[in-house]
């Protein structure tokens, strides 16, 4: 008797969507290619590996799913069928620990995304799955084969019985996220939804003094809100401004408002221990001729670091802070 050939699938895309679901179906039975236009699968995670990889949250079922906004009902399913602490055990099983983080965040032990990757993708090979690199997807023929085009064999056509897309999202087009598939399939007419960005950073004028010294530093225990909105968390100081979980938290309420109302107004809380009051008085104290940068931060509890910094730029950049006026004399000096 003849064996009945497996059914065969091309996924488009090597990264965690598509390796994902290429380890899902060769499961079910699958025969699998995954193909991808880069030389390496999995780019941007490994770029997302380079941040600290933050997994997912340990918060209840309700909170998270809370957090996928006008989405939620359209993701609830998924999440129930594959919850956070499923995920946790699939890192565990591919030999990354994970812990919680005081945020209720869930992040990688060793912080990095290249040993988990590694493992995945031999767990992937054992499971017989194919991975054809530098294979740039350009269209499907009108008899439905899927035509690449590789750096080696020039123009590529596949027949699949089922072709799976994995193509991301349109950010960090160098690791291979350009987003140029949605053209590809508006040319068949099919309907694409525009995408939207769903974290992004804020543009700060930083004077050049203070991007010179702080580019890079990360600002931690940070409240940042947005009318009644707060999220708690850190942000890095970039060239352009502000970016980090505690922004992109915040990123669909900004996106909402700014679309509703032109604008929003943000305001950072970076010394969330103390009360508006604690904070007036602790900075009324004199100073004598020191200036800023130096006058005694520990007599007055005020660490000095960048966010002591950051706290009298943005005291001047939303003009709604409590030492203001602070910040004004110091900034003739800074600019
Ligand atoms: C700096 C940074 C930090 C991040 N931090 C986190 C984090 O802490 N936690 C978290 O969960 N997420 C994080 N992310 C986001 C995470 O990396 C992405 O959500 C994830 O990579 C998306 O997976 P994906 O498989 O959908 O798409 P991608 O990873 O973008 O993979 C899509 C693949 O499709 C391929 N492709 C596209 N078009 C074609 C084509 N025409 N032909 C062939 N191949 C094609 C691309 O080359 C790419 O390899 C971060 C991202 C960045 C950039």
Not at 246 to 270: F, H, K, N, Q
Request: proline share 4%.
């Amino acid at each position: 008797m003849t064996k009945t050939p497996s059914p065969s699938l091309a996924i488009i895309g090597a990264g965690p969507a598509g390796l994902m679901a290429a380890e899902q179906l060769s499961l079910q039975g699958y025969s699998v290619s995954v193909y991808d236009q880069m030389p390496m699968p999995g780019r941007k995670f490994l770029m997302a590996g380079r941040g600290g990889l933050n997994l997912t949250h340990s918060e209840t079922f309700d909170q998270f799913v809370a957090r996928y906004g006008e989405a939620q009902d359209f993701f609830a399913p998924f999440i129930h069928a594959f919850s956070p602490e499923e995920l946790r055990a699939w890192y565990d099983d591919l030999g990354e620990a994970s812990f919680i983080g005081s945020s209720g965040r869930v992040f990688l032990k060793s912080f990095k995304a290249s040993p988990l990757l590694r493992a995945w993708l031999r767990r992937l090979e054992t499971q017989g799955v194919k991975l054809l690199m530098r294979h740039e997807w350009k269209s499907f023929t009108d008899q439905g084969a899927l035509h690449f085009h590789s750096l080696e064999n020039g123009d590529v056509l596949v027949k699949a019985d089922a072709v799976l897309l994995a193509l991301g999202g349109a950010s960090w087009p160098r690791e291979g996220a350009t987003g140029a598939w949605q053209n590809l399939l508006r040319d068949k007419d099919i309907v694409v939804t525009t995408l939207t960005a769903s974290n992004f950073g804020v543009n700060v004028p930083w004077s050049e003094y203070f991007i010179s010294r702080f580019a890079g530093q990360l600002i931690k225990r940070l409240i940042i809100s947005c009318g009644e909105h707060q999220a708690h968390g850190e942000a890095m100081i970039a060239h352009y401004g502000l970016e980090g979980g505690a922004i992109y938290a915040l990123s669909p309420l900004l996106c909402d408002g700014i679309a509703r109302e032109g604008s929003v107004t943000l305001a950072l809380d970076l010394r969330r221990d103390f009360s508006d009051s604690e904070l007036v008085a602790r900075l009324k104290k004199p100073r004598g001729k020191k200036s800023l940068s130096i006058f005694s931060p520990r007599r007055r509890g005020l660490i000095l670091h960048p966010s002591l910094w950051c706290v009298n730029l943005f005291c001047y950049e939303v003009r709604n802070f409590l030492i203001k006026r602070k910040i004004l004399r110091e900034r003739s000096r800074l600019a």
